[in-house]
């Protein structure tokens, strides 16, 4: 077997295989492999190695491949051999295919494998997979399942961005996984983090110049994607990215805050993935995608490259969250306040125009953001649409969920406005029935100075907005994770069960009717009372309305002769007049 690694720092480097030593060559292929090391060793699936650097060889100071597919003791330990062909059997099990579900006619559904279930891995969380099919989503997406410190955690900090979490079950469970539901008729995205590595374990700065001072993230010093060196460490991201969709079968990837890749050369990385992405779904045959977070609300990040864009094919659009969000609660803090005055009107905006900030001034900011989107030439699925997220629910104080201080009524109008909103829906883990678990930011770290400034630094984070510290869940605890971790016992209770059928409704009107997955943005009519707050949008022949006040509304729709086809409370068909009266905290959806 062929041992190969990029460490142009040093001027020599062994192979430590089984206990024994191997001296490395300089890769004799010549030019474009300056800096790589080779040499040929017996090896099988399984055994451990790693590689010596320069004089680190007289300390024994072993280190894992940066490119290893398993780390069997966690980032600190050696990496092992892994039969990447085993993963993609000739004769996967019967209906085993990855589904060809488009982007445009795509739901999908957030989970996080560590609290999904209670034994927190990729074989439990498989086994719940016909609560997904019977839910009617058609992804399920991954948050990261690269290795981190610890067991427990949200996955941000991976620090080996080729291998898979061991306690999750490593590669060859994530590999079940995938095949589990593809059977199940089941997408599989995956979150990815080529931004930056977790602040322990990593190993890379050792191997070569994987980072630059160039450029800061808030994580600091960035991923080296332009300075010296910077067309390995971008090889060494796409080929990762590359083998999730490749070897595992993954159909797409979820790209964590493009925002904060610091890229000035004329090819970004980001087009130079996408690319890479389209050639090889076109000789797969498979609808390969990738979704980008990114806070700049600028539509080239998903305007295809033949038009001067990133030609990436979706992005997550917080701005519709945002509006939601303040609409539901009525909370104005931090970036909210953008929303908050007036939030039927943002929420009306971004369902027609996608971005509520598309050059305009954004307080949280301090200074005008965002641009606006030409609606004429970009498709809604270009925008994910959700009430809630990892993010929006994790990244505050007590991790509470909107079901924490929303009547179901409430929830009823979020998953309406979500399932038959213009852009692609996506749910997180537990939403569908309103879970009263929360979900909070927990770690793992062995290191006790780490553990302590993680500690600190969330306490101190919140402290600025009037929390006191013993009141802020601690991450380190135990406890803060198991809260966490969904149950399952509530979907066959009230009003959890509700709930979840209204999902399983909308999620089927959406599925049969056409005019929901409509990608003209510029087909979508909206209504809106911000006083009385009631909202009524249409999609072709299709009408939603969502009363979110406690009062009932008349609310006129400007015809007859439609028919409800799903409410929220019992209602009557409109009358000859084009009127409709809906109950307080309701929804309804209306078609011919």
Not at 266 to 290: H, I, Q, Y
Not at 293 to 318: M, Y
Not at 338 to 362: C, I, N, V, Y
Not at 570 to 581: C, F, K, N, Q
Request: proline share 9%.
């Amino acid at each position: 077997m062929q041992f190969e690694v990029w460490a142009p720092l040093t001027d020599r480097v062994a192979l430590r295989l089984n206990g024994a030593t191997y001296d490395m060559s300089p890769d004799p292929r010549g030019p474009g492999r300056d800096g790589w090391w080779t040499v040929e060793a017996p090896a099988a699936d399984g055994d451990r190695y790693g590689f010596l650097l320069g004089d680190e060889r007289e300390r024994d100071l072993v280190r894992p491949d940066p490119r290893g597919r398993r780390l069997p003791d966690g980032p600190g330990g050696l990496s092992a051999v892994v039969d990447v062909e085993a993963l993609r059997p000739e004769a996967p099990r019967p209906g085993a295919r990855p589904p060809r579900v488009p982007l445009q006619d795509a739901v999908l559904y957030e989970l996080h494998i560590g609290t999904f279930t209670p034994e927190g891995t990729f074989d439990a969380a498989a086994a719940r997979l016909p609560h997904l099919t019977a839910l009617g989503v058609t992804h399920v997406e991954l948050m990261p399942v690269c290795p981190f410190p610890g067991r427990h955690g949200w996955g941000y900090d991976g620090v080996a961005p080729w291998a898979v979490h061991e306690p999750y079950g490593g590669p060859a469970g994530l590999a079940r996984f995938v095949d589990a539901a593809h059977a199940a008729g089941l997408g599989v995205v995956l979150d990815v983090v080529h931004n930056h590595l977790g602040p322990s374990g990593n190993h890379l700065p050792a191997f070569g110049p994987y980072f630059t001072d160039a450029h800061h993230t808030p994580w600091g010093a960035a991923v080296n994607l332009d300075a010296p060196g910077s067309d390995e460490v971008r090889a060494y991201f796409l080929g990762s990215a590359l083998a999730w969709l490749r070897d595992y079968r993954v159909d797409g990837l979820r790209l964590d805050a493009v925002h904060a890749l610091a890229d000035g050369r004329a090819l970004t990385f980001l087009e130079e993935l996408a690319a890479a992405v389209d050639e090889l779904a076109a000789e797969s045959g498979r609808p390969l995608f990738l979704i980008a977070e990114s806070d700049r609300c600028d539509p080239r990040t998903t305007t295809p490259r033949a038009a001067g864009g990133l030609g990436l094919h979706a992005q997550w659009n917080d701005d519709f969250h945002h509006a939601l969000h303040c609409a539901l609660t009525g909370e104005s803090q931090a970036y909210y306040a953008d929303f908050a005055e007036a939030p039927l009107a943002a929420l009306a905006k971004t369902l027609t125009r996608a971005f509520f900030h598309d050059g305009t001034w954004s307080s949280f900011r301090g200074r005008s953001h965002g641009r606006p989107v030409d609606r004429r030439r970009t498709p809604a699925h270009r925008f994910l649409g959700y009430a809630q997220t990892h993010d929006q629910i994790g990244n505050r104080a007590l991790g509470d969920r909107l079901a924490a201080s929303l009547s179901p009524g409430l929830l009823a109008c979020a998953a309406t406005l979500v399932l038959t909103g213009p852009f692609v829906p996506m749910l997180f883990m537990g939403e569908e029935w309103g879970a009263g678990t929360p979900w909070q930011y927990f770690t793992d770290h062995p290191d006790p100075a780490l553990a302590e400034a993680v500690r600190a630094g969330r306490r101190r984070e919140f402290a600025a907005h009037g929390w006191k510290a013993e009141e802020i869940p601690d991450p380190q605890d135990p406890a803060t994770r198991d809260r966490s971790r969904l149950d399952w016992t509530e979907p066959g209770q009230e009003p959890h069960a509700r709930l979840l059928s209204w999902y399983r409704t909308l999620v089927a009107l959406r599925r049969g009717h056409p005019d929901l997955r409509d990608p003209d943005l510029a087909a979508v009519r909206v209504a809106y009372d911000e006083e009385r707050r009631w909202l009524t949008f249409r999609r072709g022949d299709v009408r939603i309305v969502v009363n979110l006040s406690a009062e009932a509304a008349t609310i006129a729709l400007g015809r007859n002769g439609v028919r409800v086809l799903a409410s929220w409370e019992p209602l009557d068909h409109p009358g000859p007049d084009g009127r409709i009266h809906v109950p307080g905290e309701s929804a309804v959806v209306l078609g011919p």
